[in-house]
């Protein structure tokens, strides 16, 4: 107890316009000098486009880039797989880069590492802030003070919005329309909504009837 690893826990909640219902970071497995940064957005709509570009020799990305994955949540993946340690574009491996801040919707094992933001809230399957992200965006981080901005303005991203369209669900029948339609968001476990006690569905109702 007199020698911790840190002054504080390991996971910090971060909040802001990016993530108005939270996202996490390991902030004790984030690089110095990243946990306040600020950089130009590098987006990919989906795991398959992250797949096929990341290491794309001419992919415009820099060390000080933020990389962003959408569509990786528990609708939109679907199922929130533990993806959220977005690699290192090889160009940039080469040059010696080991870290970078990374934000999705998606989650990561414990034993990720690097500057890791995950489980944005809402989603970008469900028209979270981050499927309004474009590529050149300015974003935040800063640990400290747990903010997470999008350096957009909101009249800006109400524009954006009116032509964003929600991706097509991955199933169209049985268990995985079931959970398509059912499954809550991160900041509210990932379960289905059915299996709130009535108290808490009550409350859910209200919320996302506002």
């Known amino acids: ?4 690893l840190d002054s504080q826990g390991g996971i910090a909640v971060l909040r802001g316009n990016l ?4 996202a996490l970071i390991k902030q004790t497995a984030v690089s110095a000098h990243l946990k306040k940064h600020t950089g130009r957005a590098v987006v990919f709509e989906s795991p398959a486009d992250l797949n096929a570009r990341i290491d794309d020799p001419e992919l415009d990305v820099d060390e000080n880039s933020v990389l962003v994955l959408k569509n990786a949540g528990p609708k939109g993946a679907p199922a929130m797989p533990e993806i959220g340690q977005i690699p290192i574009p090889q160009k940039l ?3 010696g880069v080991r870290d970078m801040v990374r934000i999705s919707d ?3 094992s414990g034993t990720s590492y690097g500057a890791l933001i995950v489980h944005a809230a809402p989603e970008a399957a469900v028209g979270g802030t981050l499927a309004l992200v474009r590529d050149g965006d300015e974003i935040e981080l800063d640990i400290a003070e747990r903010r997470l901005v999008l350096r957009v303005s909101d009249e800006e991203l109400a524009e954006r919005r009116k032509s964003w369209k929600p991706p097509e669900p991955h199933y169209d029948r049985g268990y995985g329309l079931l959970f398509h339609e059912r499954v809550l968001q991160a900041n509210l476990g990932c379960d289905f909504d059915f299996l709130l006690p009535p108290e808490l569905r009550k409350e859910y109702k ?3 009837e506002d």
Do not use: S
């Open 206 to 208: 209200e919320r996302i």
């Open 19 to 22: 993530a108005p219902d939270g």
């Open 93 to 95: 491996l080469k040059k």
């Open 106 to 108: 998606a989650r990561i």
């Open 1 to 4: 107890m007199e020698e911790p």
